[in-house]
T-cell receptor
Framework: DGGITQSPKYLFRKEGQNVTLSCEQN?????MYWYRQDPGQGLRLIYYSQIVNDFQKGDIAEGYSVSREKKESFPLTVTSAQKNPTAFYLCASSNPPGLAGGSTDTQYFGPGTRLTVL | AQSVSQHNHHVILSEAASLELGCNYS??????LFWYVQYPGQHLQLLLKYFSGDPLVKGIKGFEAEFIKSKFSFNLRKPSVQWSDTAEYFC?????????????FGKGTRLSVIA
């Protein structure tokens, strides 16, 4: 079964703690993305990576960090510096246009992780 | 700032009513356009997309969208909604010449279909 998995589904954290959200894909996609979804705000981009060992900040990167050591994995760490971390976090992946078997620029999403800070 | 606008935050319709959700974007040049849907408790799923060709795009579950370049719009339509269409709908744009860069999303429209 091809797809994107995120774990855990629900996560609770105490203030001041760092926490890492997992995202794994077996679609052989080059690019991966992290979005944050808040009610009435839509999806806002945190970080993205177009290739292994490279990543760029999105619109709301402050208080977050990522790594891309493997093509299939793009973990997101929510640090204690993130002022308002309670949210729903979505991971996505895609391939660039023109690759055989890929859908041009279509992003595929994981099921999400709901993080609550207590 | 360049952006994607969805004008309706929450739409409430009766079953069998027709649906039109607005989406406007502010990018010039050639864009790729998407509508995603998020059913309660489920993944964000692709509903339909436009890259080129016929500006009237058919998607899954009876949805369609029309790209009107002169109006920078990509409105989503369905002639007759069902209770199962209750969900949140997101319009997204892949800006011009951006290849594999992230999509820019609108803030979403919540659709509630009542019996």
């Amino acid at each position: 079964d091809g797809g994107i998995t995120q774990s855990p589904k629900y996560l609770f954290r105490k203030e001041g703690q760092n926490v890492t959200l997992s995202c794994e894909q077996n679609l052989n996609h080059d690019a991966m993305y992290w979005y944050r979804q808040d009610p009435g705000q839509g999806l806002r981009l945190i970080y993205y990576s177009q290739i292994v060992n490279d990543f760029q900040k999105g619109d709301i990167a402050e208080g977050y960090s990522v790594s891309r050591e493997k093509k299939e994995s793009f973990p997101l760490t929510v640090t204690s510096a993130q002022k308002n971390p309670t949210a729903f976090y979505l991971c996505a992946s895609s391939n660039p246009p023109g690759l055989a078997g890929g859908s041009t620029d279509t992003q595929y999403f994981g099921p999400g992780t709901r993080l609550t800070v207590l | 700032a360049q952006s994607v606008s969805q004008h309706n935050h929450h739409v409430i319709l009766s079953e069998a009513a027709s649906l039109e959700l607005g989406c406007n974007y502010s990018y010039g040049g050639t864009v790729n356009l998407f509508w995603y849907v998020q059913y309660p408790g489920q993944h964000l799923q692709l509903l339909l997309k436009y890259f080129s060709g016929d500006p009237l795009v058919k998607g899954i579950k009876g949805f369609e969208a029309e790209f009107i370049k002169s109006k920078f719009s990509f409105n989503l339509r369905k002639p007759s909604v069902q209770w199962s269409d209750t969900a949140e709908y997101f319009c997204a744009v892949n800006p011009p010449n951006s290849g594999n860069t992230p999509l820019v999303f609108g803030k979403g429209t919540r659709l509630s279909v009542i019996a």
